[in-house]
């Protein structure tokens, strides 16, 4: 093979790998772009498990502070009952 023919050879097989790399490139660009919807989306799915959290932390809280309102209340007739039956000499 004379040298210019060698040359041509060598200029297309280095076309060829450069289709090749850009195609690994754009490959690899596309894995990341996924990889990074993937974290969004993790991301967001977290976020609202955190807001979904935070609102059943606070229907709880809720829902504690009206169950000791009742205790107390009927720890106050409980105590007034044991104090009546107490004086009328039940107990």
């Known amino acids: ?9 060598e200029i297309e097989d280095l076309r060829k790998e450069i289709e ?4 690994q490139i754009s490959l690899l660009q596309d894995n990341h772009n996924i990889e990074l919807m993937d974290k969004d ?15 059943t932390n606070g229907d709880l809280r ?3 502070n009206q ?4 205790n107390d209340k009927i720890k106050e007739i409980i105590n007034k009952t ?9 107990i």
Do not use: F, P, T
């Open 41 to 55: 989306r993790r991301i967001a799915d977290l976020m609202n498990i955190n807001d979904s959290h935070s609102q």
């Open 20 to 23: 090749y790399l850009k195609k």
């Open 67 to 70: 169950l000791l309102r009742e």
């Open 62 to 64: 809720v829902l504690n």
């Open 1 to 9: 093979m004379n040298e210019g023919m060698k040359n041509l050879k």
């Open 82 to 90: 044991v104090d009546k039956l107490r004086k009328n000499g039940e």
